[in-house]
């Protein structure tokens, strides 16, 4: 007798993923150059520490048809397979990195920008509902937002992107 079809748990999922994940990194502001954006930096540095590569690091306005273009630009290119994205997501007027990129997933990942805000929550109290953060594919390519704040940021790169990345790629690539 056959035993029933059991799915691979999380753990093992994670394991058979990919270690290294190729990544691009924009920052959306109409302020920071490379030399004084942290936020930006602090994804570069918890990718490398985990072994991903940095394909390419950008700063876009926080102009939609400007964040809209780059992120096709980066979707089409080969060896992009995650975009992350710091900055635009809260409810300022100029806020509107949420707004451009929800018209372009495939498919939403509402989990991740819940999540977020939880953690958030547990560290800066009720502020954490400011954040309008998303994550979602593009076609086969992860695309995950983070506020501006360095703080943010670090939380989101060390309790939930690198903890998943290599298996959402999977996932998405699949």
């Given at each position: 007798?056959?035993r029933p079809f ?42 490398d ?17 400007q ?86 940021v ?21």
């Open positions: 007798m056959s059991q799915s691979p748990s999380a753990d093992q999922h994670r394991r058979e993923s990919p270690a290294r994940v190729r990544c691009a990194v924009v920052t959306v502001s109409d302020t920071r150059l490379l030399e004084n954006d942290s936020s930006g930096q602090a994804i570069v540095d918890a990718l520490q985990a072994g991903h590569a940095v394909v390419e690091r950008e700063i876009v306005p926080d102009v939609p048809e964040i809209e273009q780059i992120v096709r630009r980066l979707v089409s290119a080969t060896e992009v397979d995650a975009i992350l994205i710091t900055g635009g997501t809260g409810i300022a007027a100029r806020d509107q990195t949420p707004d451009t990129l929800v018209r372009l997933f495939t498919k939403e990942l509402p989990g991740y920008g819940e999540l977020l805000r939880m953690l958030s929550y547990q560290e800066i109290g009720p502020a954490a509902m400011l954040s309008r953060a998303c994550g979602g594919l593009v076609e086969q390519t992860v695309l995950l937002t983070m506020p501006g704040s360095t703080a943010a670090r939380l989101a790169m060390e309790k939930l992107i690198v903890p998943e990345l290599g298996h959402l790629v999977s996932l998405a690539q699949s």
